[in-house]
């Protein structure tokens, strides 16, 4: 079973590989999730997104992850998930690897709201 420590901890994993991703390899990243090539300021605002992805899986990252980091990462998650599938709804964006992406964060922001739901019950 996925326990508190874990859970964070691999959501910010995927928070900084993500983050070091799009600070890399913004073009290829908006082309993935956007079907289009990344022009103008595209690449700038994604990589910025990056940092601050980076920025949030290093506040995650310790051991216990602090309890305001935890509600940021939740709010995180479960913000993007609804964003994702917007996003796929309206046709903006699309394929396997976007319905795969709003999965995961839906995944783990219902996950992180269980978990603080415990935590304020004990």
């Known amino acids: 079973m996925l326990n508190q420590l874990n859970l964070y901890r691999i959501a ?4 900084l590989i993500t983050g070091v991703t799009l600070l890399l ?5 908006v ?3 956007f079907q289009a090539k990344a022009i103008g300021a595209e690449p700038y605002l ?3 997104y990056g940092l601050a992805l980076i920025g949030l899986g290093v506040a ?3 051991q216990p992850c602090p309890m305001s980091a935890q509600r940021g990462i939740t709010i995180y998650n479960v913000v993007a998930a609804v964003f994702l599938f917007v996003l796929i709804a309206k046709a903006i964006s699309g394929g396997l690897m976007v ?3 709003a999965s995961l964060h839906l995944v783990l922001g219902a996950l992180m709201i ?3 739901l415990k935590q304020r019950s004990i």
């Open 12 to 15: 910010a994993a995927i928070e």
């Open 25 to 29: 390899l913004p073009g290829f990243i």
């Open 31 to 33: 082309q993935i999730l």
């Open 46 to 48: 994604a990589q910025l």
């Open 60 to 62: 995650c990252w310790s």
């Open 99 to 101: 319905l795969a992406a």
């Open 114 to 116: 269980i978990d603080q």
